[in-house]
């Protein structure tokens, strides 16, 4: 016996075999039982989530002699004869290859005659706007007023193309993309009823790459099985005959984009062309990943909108930090372009490495989005200067009053001339401040959002044991930074950091309150007892 495909072999028969429609299932079941049978529906969506499938299974049900809840019973007489195609009910067309006038007037020839068994005709008409112009002029009057005993159901992936004078005479239902829970559950149950043994990471990442279509699903898995007969089908397995790559290869290559490594991002191009792998699936599965931070970082719930484990979502919420919103756009427009010259490239790997230059090299692109990015890494390397001027040590390292100042300072009273101040700290408050202090304008950078902006201008001050004092220069950005979800995302990346738990309390600096002082451990004290001493709790 042949073998039958598994996207054919497990095409549903029944209402309740249809998956991630269900809205719509239902109400095609309620119009059956009610007895309230349109005469002309449109079923549009992308490839592969059932259209053609519920349109078969309606059809059925609507001959069906012994209906169950709406469903056919697929037993009577009248099921049998249209599953086995030789029912002279049931029509399907296919507009792709019979888009002509003519063939519509054969149409509307065919349905003066009543069924010969059951109490419907039904025509299925796939791929609908393929039709031309005249077809569907000749279409118009036949669907407008069918005899009461035909049914017309349209299908289409592209409604757009659909002239307004059809749509507005047929019952419309969108057919939504497939979740990726609802595929990789469906993909379990016919793996279980094959006897096909398979990890369950490989088949989540089959369900991922079938981008919503069930029936893309089922052909890949097919083609995996195949590859692999007889044995475990594991996730490298699939990685393998799908030409794609592993996750974790994503993250080294974003990290060494946004760090500007064009050496290491070469070697990584170089890795996934020895092992065969598909630079086109690379470069789209890339997009996604690049994608996918955007949302985490630009989204308040981002983590909902991303199908990912939380192993991965927390990879996400790393490698975001390494990127702002603004550099995230840039390289997935350039990725975007580069998938686009990929289809019909002849040296893709030429190609790709172009694109990953222009990526860790802004200065070679001179629209706006690269000129944003290399003004923003100005920024940093002047943040990063300013950092290190604050950590310089204290007292008799620096020479001069101005160079012992800790941040800009805002306007000072008279009396700014003064000596600076220094304060003795216990020393395991000392090397808290010290630890945030060396590293506080990169650990406000890698905030991102909002909060990046408001911690921006501000001063680390110590705040008692385990705790340390933000202070804020500006009204308005202490209003908004002193918010707890703000003091929380910034301890939780201490902590991540440095393996310690540090507090945050935050307070306005003083019109004129000058913010130089130099904490010292009370040994650095005693030796210079010339100096004016102050004790600090």
């Not at 030409?243 to 993250?251: K, L, P, R, Y």
């Amino acid at each position: 016996m042949s073998y039958t495909a598994l996207y054919r072999k497990w095409r549903p028969v029944s209402f309740e075999d249809v998956k991630g429609q269900d809205a719509i299932v239902q109400t095609l079941k309620n119009q059956i039982t009610s007895q309230r049978i349109g005469h002309a529906y449109l079923f549009c969506g992308t490839r592969g989530t059932g259209k053609t499938s519920v349109a078969k299974i309606y059809a059925r049900a609507v001959n069906c002699e012994h209906p169950a809840d709406g469903s056919p019973c697929n037993s009577c007489p009248s099921c049998q004869a249209i599953l086995s195609g030789a029912s002279m009910n049931v029509v399907e067309i296919d507009a792709a290859s019979n888009n002509g006038v003519e063939n519509i007037r054969d149409i509307r020839e065919q349905v003066q005659y009543p069924p010969t068994q059951g109490r419907y005709r039904v025509y299925i008409i796939d791929e609908v706007h393929m039709l031309s112009i005249g077809a569907f002029n000749a279409l118009l009057k036949t669907l407008e007023e069918p005899p009461e005993y035909v049914i017309f159901i349209l299908a289409t992936t592209e409604v757009h193309k659909i002239p307004i004078t059809i749509l507005s005479r047929c019952q419309r239902y969108d057919f939504k993309r497939i979740s990726l829970e609802t595929i990789a559950g469906r993909l379990r149950e016919l793996t279980q009823a094959e006897s096909i043994q398979v990890e369950d990471k490989a088949l989540l990442y089959v369900a991922k790459a079938a981008d919503g279509s069930l029936r893309d699903a089922l052909s890949l898995l097919d083609q995996c099985v195949a590859f692999h007969y007889g044995r475990l089908l594991t996730y490298d397995n699939v990685l393998e005959v799908l030409g794609a790559v592993d996750t974790e290869v994503f993250s080294r290559m974003f990290g060494a984009v946004a760090e500007g490594r064009t050496r290491d991002c070469i070697r990584i191009l170089e890795e996934i062309v020895v092992q065969g792998r598909e630079l086109g699936q690379f470069v789209t599965d890339l997009i996604w990943y690049m994608r996918n931070i955007l949302l985490i970082q630009s989204a308040d719930d981002g983590e909902g909108l991303v199908d990912m484990s939380e192993e991965n979502l927390r990879q996400l919420r790393e490698d975001g930090r390494k990127a702002d919103s603004t550099a995230l756009m840039r390289y997935i427009r350039i990725l975007s372009d580069l998938s686009s010259q990929l289809r019909y490239a002849s040296q893709k790997r030429v190609l790709a490495e172009v694109a990953l230059i222009k990526l860790t090299k802004p200065s070679m692109e001179p629209d706006i989005g690269s000129l944003l990015e290399r003004v923003s890494q100005l920024e940093e390397a002047l943040e990063d200067l300013e950092a290190g001027r604050r950590a310089l040590p204290p007292a008799a390292s620096v020479p001069k009053q101005e160079e012992a100042s800790s941040t800009p300072q805002p306007p000072r009273t008279s009396d700014s001339e003064s000596p600076v101040r220094q304060v003795a700290l216990p020393k395991a408050q000392l090397e808290d401040l010290q630890l945030v202090r060396n590293e506080w304008a990169r650990l406000v950078r890698e905030m991102g959002g909002g909060a990046r902006a408001y911690l921006r201008d501000t001063v680390v001050e110590p705040g008692g044991d385990g705790c340390l004092t933000i202070v804020f220069l500006d009204p308005m950005n202490y209003d908004m930074g002193k918010r707890p979800t703000v003091i929380g995302e910034l301890e939780r990346q201490v902590e991540a950091r440095y393996g310690r738990s540090i507090y945050f309390k935050t307070r306005l600096a003083g019109r004129g309150e000058r913010l130089d002082t130099i904490y010292v451990t009370e040994e650095e004290l005693e030796e210079k007892i010339h100096m004016d001493i102050t004790y600090e709790d």
